[in-house]
């Protein structure tokens, strides 16, 4: 470590390391995904009682993605994407992230058990688990599909959301994991298509370093495909109205349709991704138009979330 890094590191980071610990990218769809699923839930909440569980999502989320890069800061060092992050930097020490995920991750959990219940909260609490210790210290180094299984830590918020309002589990909650579950690879992996350099450079398993770029493509359009009749199940099944139904087929085909390039371009094709980079980029538009769809759909049945 030089001289300036070492001064750095022993000197406390100021609240935007912190904040960037909690990877509010990704914080951001999990707060959306969670009010998602608060707001189509069957029943009302109290607003102040349902800030409150959108909060403690939020804290959580951010805590176990500051326990994952405290876990993984040697890796982050590597990697040309993650160098920059606080830890890699100097700008914080590594047991200021591991302290400080563990403290927003058991503030959020007890917080939820007192002010919404113990369901919500045990739930949350699994939810935590299963990024930082699941995916990030167990699966990630270990198999190339670590993505698909570990794509159930990101599938939790709007299941918590759910429960926040209804108090337990039914099919629907769990079809809406169920989409951002499957939705998690091919959006995980088309990224990895065009930074699979840093991650073989780092030591990490993932598909396309392991498998190759063929097997990944190919499993990237079979999730696409799967995916599809899933978003369509709420509708299906009566839980969600026309609108959301519409919504989930339209948004459904495009990512099969954008999937397909990506699945039978070769990698002597060029360099450019941009079959790899469009279908990204489309994966989160998908997610976020998804469930706005659904929510939409709740408030049209009820005539409004106060009806």
């Known amino acids: 470590m030089s001289a300036t890094n070492a001064t750095a590191a022993s000197m406390p980071g100021d609240w935007h390391d912190f904040f960037a610990l909690t990877k509010p990218r990704v914080m951001s769809l999990v707060i959306f995904t969670g009010l998602c699923g608060l707001l189509a839930a069957p029943g009302n909440i109290n607003p102040v009682l349902g800030f409150t569980a959108i ?109 926040a309002v209804t108090g337990d589990v039914t099919a629907m909650p769990i079809l809406l994991f169920a989409i951002i579950f499957f939705w998690t690879p091919p959006h995980f992996w088309a990224l990895a298509l065009f930074v699979q350099t840093d991650y073989a450079k780092a030591g990490i398993p993932m598909m396309p370093v392991v498998r190759g770029e063929r097997s990944t493509r190919r499993q990237i359009l079979g999730y696409a495909v799967l995916l599809a009749p899933i978003a369509l199940a709420p509708f299906l099944i009566g839980a969600a109205g026309p609108l959301y139904g519409v919504v989930a087929a ?25 079959p790899e980079k469009r279908l990204f980029g489309f994966s989160i538009v998908y997610l976020f138009v998804l469930f706005a769809a659904l929510v939409a759909d709740a408030y049209i049945s009820r005539g409004g979330f106060l009806a």
């Open 55 to 163: 909060l403690c999502i939020a804290l959580a989320a951010g805590g176990a993605a500051a326990l994952n890069m405290w876990w993984e800061a040697d890796l982050d060092r590597v990697m040309k994407r993650t160098a920059g992050r606080p830890i890699p930097t100097g700008r914080l020490q590594r047991r200021d992230a591991r302290d400080f995920g563990l403290l927003l991750a058991g503030a959020s959990v007890i917080t939820m058990g007192l002010a919404i219940g113990w369901l919500a909260a045990a739930i949350l609490a699994l939810s935590v688990f299963y990024y930082a210790v699941i995916y990030t210290m167990w699966l990630k180094p270990r198999t190339p599909q670590n993505i698909v299984i570990g794509g159930g830590a990101g599938a939790f918020p709007p299941l918590i959301g759910w429960v």
């Open 250 to 274: 339209v948004l459904s085909l495009g990512f099969v349709a954008l999937a397909w390039p990506v699945a039978t371009r070769s990698a002597a094709s060029g360099d450019a991704m941009r």
